[in-house]
């Protein structure tokens, strides 16, 4: 690991955290991901060789802890660790703030219906089984169509027709739903100015921008 020879705890702080992911997969590890795969969910664009690395890093650093029950690994935060909640929703708040600026590179259907996923506000859904599917634009045909099912309290995201009923149909762009799930636009803006278009029944059309929400940075005020 490379240092930068200062005695300041920010320099000593950065020595371990600016490596490139390690942030990210701290945030991934607060947001409540305890296993290899689902933290590969949350960074799809990192390699698996480079996510076991970090970890090790990580854990010899005293920030996670590695456990292993019935021969499957799991990592959680340590108490060090979980300090670092504050820094990395300062870095997000700062981030959605001041770098607004979301090039195609930086879009990702996987990511995002991950997040929501793990996201959504679950009492604000039907107790029956309800289905939402996504039609998005912007992307490749294979990765253009998902499937959200809540049923029993428990969300699954689908790249492939579970053979539900639908009970809502969200079309849009990927960039335009990430907006609206980031907070730089909201629901009803993006309903009104045809962005995006709900499909479905009149209680489902209503109660979708309920149903899926929006992260917990939409929020945070921009600058005006």
Same mark, same amino acid.
């Given at each position: ?5 200062? /005695? ?8 371990? *955290? ?13 947001? @409540?991901?305890?296993? /290899?795969?689902?933290?590969?969910? @949350? ?6 060789? *480079? ?25 959680? *935060?340590?108490?060090? @660790? ?6 990395? $929703? ?11 600026? *979301? ?30 599917? /996504? ?24 790249? /492939? ?22 907070? $730089? ?14 499909? @479905? ?24």
């Amino acid at each position: 690991m490379s240092t930068y020879g200062q /005695f300041c705890p920010v320099a000593k702080a950065m020595e371990l *955290l600016d490596e490139r992911w390690t942030l990210l997969v701290v945030r991934e590890l607060l947001k @409540g991901s305890t296993h /290899f795969n689902d933290l590969r969910r @949350g960074v799809p664009k990192m390699s698996p060789a *480079l996510l076991s690395k970090r970890l090790k890093t990580l854990t010899r650093a005293g920030l996670v802890e590695r456990t292993e029950i019935d021969g499957r690994t799991s990592y959680a *935060l340590t108490e060090s @660790g979980q300090e670092l909640a504050g820094v990395v $929703d300062a870095l997000g708040a700062w981030g959605v703030r001041w770098i607004g600026n *979301l090039g195609d590179d930086d879009l990702d259907p996987h990511l995002l219906m991950w997040d929501i996923q793990r996201t959504i506000p679950i009492d604000s859904w039907p107790r029956a089984r309800t289905t939402v599917a /996504f039609q998005l634009d912007g992307v490749a045909p294979k990765a253009s169509r998902w499937w959200l099912v809540v049923s029993e309290g428990e969300v699954d995201v689908c790249d /492939f027709d579970p053979g539900y009923d639908v009970n809502a149909t969200v079309a849009t762009s990927l960039r335009t739903l990430t907006k609206i799930w980031r907070g $730089d636009v909201s629901w009803s803006r993006a309903l009104l100015d045809g962005s995006a278009a709900v499909a @479905g029944d009149t209680d489902a059309r209503k109660a979708l921008p309920q149903w899926i929400g929006q992260s917990t940075i939409a929020a945070i005020p921009r600058p005006a």
